[in-house]
């Protein structure tokens, strides 16, 4: 078989490539020196542990696909932040602030790698989910996150260093679901829908919103990705307490959607007022709708929920379904390893043009 001299170029090109990525993959080199992650309790992975809290997962069923169990995450296996961190190269999961390591000294300091301050219930404004008790509002993990900032630069010696360093990583920032969800929903416990339309209320967060990213981004963030609220308004919760089993609830479909449409205008704002600065948004919602097909369970958590006003969790060593992987919903508003998986992947590598906003994170992290 004869083969042109242009076909064994592209050949040995295409060779090249792919022992390129093989020994990058080999070395365990991630893609960013550390990684970092903010928000609620889709993200949470022990934080909320040692809390005076209802906002708690480190109980069966919870974990029960986990290697190590229960760790506080709130679903069955990883979450999109332990996906995220995969993919990107790390190999091991991104610990919570709650346990890092600070040790100035320690040879293979957990800091220097990112850490994750997500809290269960947690909300960009900081009364929202007051009724669970205690958890650590974005204001909360700032300032979390300015204690680690701090430390970094004792351990590498100077700020200067330290603000290189924290130039080149990835943050994720996944909030707003609770000042939903545990605020402006509950008009039982809060007063929040009666003095503000959905209009008002979205621009109350996103006017806050802006001032947390832009004091992230002071601390030296550089590369972010900000997740936008998942379909709440039609997860087990929300349709049981319609009464529309298996239908989105339309008033929370606006609501939220408002929310959710200005990320991007938040993001165009933030990159263009702020120098050097890479904001890119992730369509959660959107990509967990058009996942539906994946699933053959979509309106029905997999674990029996407790039934109380404001709380959505498993009841604590209740039962939970065998087929996991064919239920989108683990509990009553927070989703399956499978669903959290596919949430990962295209928020990496978009596999839709409306699944990122301007690039998705494979390019945020090259760029």
Known sequence: MFISKSMRSAVFLVLAVTLKLSSTLASGNPQVPCYFIFGASYYDNGNNNRLITLARANYRPYGIDFPQGPTGRFTNGRTTGDFLAKFLGFKDFIPPFANASYHQRAPNNDILKGVNY???????????????????CMDGQLQNHQTAVSRIASILGNKDAAKNHLNKCLYTVAI???DYIGNYFLPLLYNTSSRYSPEQFATKLIQKFT????????????????????????????????????KCVEERTHSISIFNSR???????LNKNLTNSKFMSVNTYGISRSSLSRFKVTDAACCKVEERVGITTCIPHGRSCDNRNEYMWWDAVHQTEAAYKIIAERAYKSQSPSDTYPVDISRLVRS
């Open 263 to 269: 990320l991007r205008q938040l993001v165009d704002g």
């Open 176 to 178: 707003g679901d609770n």
């Open 118 to 136: 997500a809290s269960g219930s947690s909300g960009i404004l900081k009364e929202t989910s007051k009724h669970v008790g205690a958890r650590i």
């Open 211 to 246: 001032l947390q990213l832009t004091t992230l981004y002071n601390l030296g963030a550089r590369k972010i990705a900000v997740f936008g609220i998942p379909p709440l308004d039609c997860s087990p919760s929300a349709t049981k307490a319609s009464r529309s089993a298996g």
